[in-house]
T-cell receptor, first 111, second 112 residues
Framework: GQNIDQPTEMTATEGAIVQINCTYQ??????LFWYQQHAGEAPTFLSY????GLEEKGRFSSFLSRSKGYSYLLLKELQMKDSASYLC????????????FGAGTQVVVTP | ETGVTQSPTHLIKTRGQQVTLRCSSQ?????VSWYQQALGQGPQFIFQ???????GRGNFPPRFSGLQFPNYSSELNVNALELDDSALYLC???????????FGSGTRLTVV
């Protein structure tokens, strides 16, 4: 099985940087995803890591260390619209469609 | 390119009743997965359908069942509803052997 841990809530100021950590324990690993979810809406894809290292996409970057079972999502130049829940999810190597999600980190951006 | 469409958006049912939720997958996607998301929690995998067959299931009882149709749309059926079944039910479509999953906006089910 898999266990995904991420902080419950983080607060940051508009224009600042926030780093959301995610640790996982898995019997099989086939990639790690980050999703953004606004209240009452669908999760939207942010990033995907399957190899160690940093993936950068605009204001968002994601890092993976498979040996440490660790990932982080970095949000730069925070905007008010970035206030949302951020979900870390690991894909099981034995089941293509199965994503194991963490409980989500609620990011609150203040003026 | 259309996204994933789920219906209905909201639903209220009584304990013991049965419910059917529907999902139209994104154009070109042949795999559909269903998730249950309780308030304040991450989505939990229910099952996945590929080529009209279930080929992966999470830790949910048999009263959760599904179908996939030739056009890749899908249904989630839940029998003998319990209060704890109250949640947001999300459908995600994907193309097998590709990375991306597209989620629908979900159906908010309330069991009273």
């Amino acid at each position: 099985g898999q266990n995904i841990d991420q902080p419950t809530e983080m607060t940051a100021t508009e224009g600042a940087i926030v780093q959301i950590n995610c640790t996982y324990q898995t019997s099989g690993f086939n990639g790690l995803f980050w999703y953004q979810q606004h209240a009452g809406e669908a999760p939207t894809f942010l990033s995907y890591n399957v190899l160690d290292g940093l993936e950068e996409k605009g204001r968002f970057s994601s890092f993976l260390s498979r040996s440490k079972g660790y990932s982080y999502l970095l949000l730069k130049e925070l905007q008010m619209k970035d206030s949302a829940s951020y979900l870390c999810a690991v894909r099981d190597v034995d089941s293509w469609g199965k994503l194991q999600f963490g409980a989500g980190t609620q990011v609150v951006v203040t003026p | 390119e259309t996204g994933v469409t789920q219906s209905p958006t909201h639903l209220i049912k009584t304990r013991g009743q049965q419910v059917t939720l529907r999902c139209s997958s994104q154009s070109g996607h042949n795999t559909v997965s269903w998730y249950q998301q309780a308030l304040g929690q991450g989505p939990q995998f229910i099952f996945q359908y590929y080529r009209e067959e279930e080929n992966g299931r999470g830790n949910f009882p048999p009263r959760f069942s599904g179908l996939q149709f030739p056009n890749y749309s899908s249904e989630l059926n839940v029998n003998a509803l319990e209060l704890d079944d109250s949640a947001l039910y999300l459908c995600a479509s994907s193309l097998r052997d590709r990375i991306g999953y597209t989620f629908g906006s979900g159906t908010r089910l309330t069991v009273v």
